[in-house]
């Protein structure tokens, strides 16, 4: 469920025209429904409810602090990857006994902070790591908990670039010596290894990695107990799917069902570290079309949306829904974005970036555009603003939250002399 809906042929976010906000705001502007926010979170919330999950929103995914806020106002922790992100999720009034430190490269500096603020759990990757974090925890007096993030050696599940638990990839423990690792640790007394961590990739439209991870996981959890671990967390990470193309993703409860009966049979708290599911679908991005041409054989719409406001399409293949924000009689956004739908005209939508790759859609068929209409980018809330970047000289887009009726500017767009001001005078 979303709040973007078409009413008499103009796409609204709530109770707000599109074209409003793009008037005011100007465009790309990325928008967001402040009531789909809250319900996704809730979703999981409600899903593992009979677990008590501890929901760590990842806060890469979209780190602007309104929406970080409102995933704390609602209950949730933060998962974070770097030191800007444990800054960002602090900034937006999470507390530190919430927050779960990942990724695979943390410096010296982060973990340091990361302990000085107490957080709740290190996701541990490998043994480099692992002795970086006893040192500094020593050198603090501290003892430091962490979970043994594990790569369960699944079959692949999603693009190659985001799947996170097939061999090979850099994310975590090899699931083959990971026990021989954990015995080495029960010697050092700065370090105690409370959970288990498994993030599987992202995004999965199956629960079927999910219930082999879980069987995989109770069988490290028995045996880290056995080598006298008190294991009283399994992480199970993010990754789950949303509905890009149309209705292929599946509902937090379905996940759940795969996942609760495990962290029962375990005993442990469970913690989900979402993104995309939350805030994937609950935002859009806003274009305005500036020219279209025939070239090669092929029709393009040039629009100023371009691939440093949305790099996914490029980077992982990735497929947006496209539609005119006001399109013409006889255009109701279809069923199926993928196919000939009667009377549109096949494009590849792009953006002025000097890049072949600068494109949010290939091959799709859309409405006769015309200059100056607005475009719809459908699910760009996850990896969109999170991964946008100023090359080509590109201001970033402005953020808009909607709530009802009502709409407020929650990052303003970037200037010129934004671009330019970290750079010393010359
Ligand atoms: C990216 C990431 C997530 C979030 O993934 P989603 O698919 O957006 O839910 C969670 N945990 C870790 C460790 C990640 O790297």
């Not at 806060?59 to 602007?64: A, H, L, S, V, W």
């Not at 209705?247 to 962290?263: D, G, M, R, T």
């Amino acid at each position: 469920m979303d709040h973007f809906t078409y009413r008499n042929r103009v796409l609204h976010c709530d109770e707000v025209p599109v074209p409003v906000l793009a008037e005011k705001y100007g465009t790309p502007l990325y928008v967001y429904s402040r009531k789909t926010l809250v319900h996704h979170l809730k979703a999981i919330q409600t899903a593992f409810k009979a677990v008590d999950p501890l929901v760590c929103y990842s806060i890469k995914t979209n780190g602007n602090l309104h929406i970080a806020r409102l995933m704390v106002e609602g209950g949730a922790g933060c998962d974070v990857t770097s030191g800007g992100e444990l800054f960002r999720a602090l900034k937006a009034g999470c507390s530190a006994d919430k927050i779960v430190f990942a990724g695979a490269g943390k410096t010296d500096a982060e973990i340091r902070t990361a302990l000085e603020h107490n957080v709740f759990l290190f996701n541990v990757e490998s043994e480099g790591e692992l002795s970086a974090i006893a040192e500094i925890a020593k050198s603090m007096g501290r003892v430091a908990n962490v979970a043994l993030r594990v790569n369960p050696d699944l079959p692949p599940k999603t693009h190659a670039k985001t799947d996170t638990s097939v061999k090979g990839v850099k994310f975590g423990l090899d699931i083959d010596t990971v026990l021989e690792f954990a015995q080495n640790v029960l010697k050092n007394p700065h370090i105690k290894v409370v959970g288990l961590h498994m993030h599987l990739g992202s995004p999965i439209i199956t629960v079927e990695p999910y219930r082999q991870g879980m069987v995989k996981g109770l069988v490290l959890i028995d045996k880290l107990r056995r080598q006298g671990h008190q294991i009283t967390v399994w992480n199970m990470g993010g990754g789950f799917g949303i509905h890009y193309k149309k209705n292929e993703a599946l509902p937090a409860s379905a996940f759940a069902e795969v996942i609760v009966p495990a962290i029962q049979e375990s005993g442990c708290r469970i913690v989900l570290e979402p993104g995309r599911f939350i805030v994937g679908n609950a935002g859009l991005l806003v274009s305005r079309v500036i020219y279209t041409k025939d070239s090669g054989g092929k029709h393009f719409v040039i629009q100023d949306a371009a691939m440093n406001d949305l790099i996914r399409p490029t980077l992982y293949d990735s497929f947006h829904r496209i539609w005119p924000v006001a399109p013409a009689q006889n255009f109701a956004p279809p069923e199926d974005f993928q196919i000939e739908n009667p009377g549109t005209k096949k494009c590849d939508v792009v953006g002025p970036v000097c890049e072949s790759g600068d494109f949010l859609a290939k091959d799709r068929y859309l409405p006769p555009m015309t200059r100056g209409e607005l475009l719809a980018t459908f699910s760009a809330g996850a990896y969109g603003m999170a991964m946008a970047s100023n090359y080509n000289g590109r201001p970033r887009a402005a953020e808009v939250l909607v709530d009802g009726g009502e709409h407020h500017l929650i990052r303003r767009r970037e200037t010129f002399d934004d671009l330019i001001r970290p750079e010393l005078e010359c």
